[in-house]
Antibody
Framework: EVRLVQSGAEVKKPGATVKISCQVS????????MFWMQQAPGKGLQWVGL????????SYAERFQGRVSIIADRSTQTVYMEMSRLTSEDTAVYFC?????????????WGQGTLVTVSS | QSVLTQPPSASGTPGQRVTISCSGS????????VYWYQQLPGTAPKILIH???QRPSGVPDRFSASKSGTSASLAISGLRSEDEADYYC???????????FGGGTKLTVL
């Protein structure tokens, strides 16, 4: 069974950095890109960035460029997303999702989500 | 503001048919496959339709979808209470070099 298991909820102060993880099992880690999505409270989904675990190549949505870093650890089959200079607007649930094909938007499965709360 | 436009809400009574639209542009829907996701309350999205109109195994044939030009639509027939969820369209955008989503449509079964 393909599974994506994410780390637990985080509470951070404005200006801080958060790092959340997504551990995969049930398929060859390097065979599929991993995407991260953001869902603010009561809002829709937005793409944050992606990584090719085979070579570590990344791509980020423009609004997160320079503030987000995604890395893949092949030894633990875990993908990490780090976001810096947090503001209240970053309060959201973050999902990792396996991309079936890079230039398509087929994501299956998704992780359970990690709530990040930014509050002073 | 989302790149793809969906109605914020839709509703129907059990057994009815409802449709949800998704409007985009030539750089996304006009040139790439459309996908639909269902998000039940408090859960992660789950793929409902892939490659414009294909149902993954396990998705009931009450769900269907189509695409024409720069628009797409999802139809749900024989509406059931368990269909109450948020529905999102998604497609790769060539200009943004990444996936874009609609704002989501909250379906209420009356």
């Amino acid at each position: 069974e393909v599974r994506l298991v994410q780390s637990g909820a985080e509470v951070k102060k404005p200006g801080a950095t958060v790092k959340i993880s997504c551990q995969v099992s049930g398929y060859p880690f390097i065979d599929y890109h991993m995407f991260w999505m953001q869902q603010a409270p009561g809002k829709g989904l937005q793409w944050v960035g992606l990584i090719d675990p085979a070579d570590g190549e990344t791509s980020y949505a423009e609004r997160f460029q320079g503030r987000v870093s995604i890395i893949a650890d092949r030894s633990t089959q875990t993908v990490y997303m780090e976001m810096s200079r947090l503001t209240s607007e970053d309060t959201a649930v973050y999902f990792c999702a396996r991309g079936i094909d890079l230039r398509n938007s087929e994501f299956d499965p998704w992780g359970q989500g990690t709530l990040v709360t930014v509050s002073s | 503001q989302s790149v793809l436009t969906q109605p914020p809400s839709a509703s129907g009574t059990p057994g009815q048919r409802v449709t949800i639209s998704c409007s985009g542009s030539s750089s996304n829907i006009g040139s790439n496959y459309v996908y639909w996701y269902q998000q039940l309350p408090g859960t992660a999205p789950k793929i409902l339709i892939h490659t414009n109109d294909q149902r993954p195994s396990g998705v009931p044939d009450r769900f269907s979808a189509s695409k024409s030009g720069t628009s797409a639509s999802l139809a749900i027939s024989g509406l059931r209470s368990e269909d109450e969820a948020d529905y999102y369209c998604a497609v790769w955008d060539d200009s943004l070099s990444g996936p874009v989503f609609g704002g989501g449509t909250k379906l209420t079964v009356l």
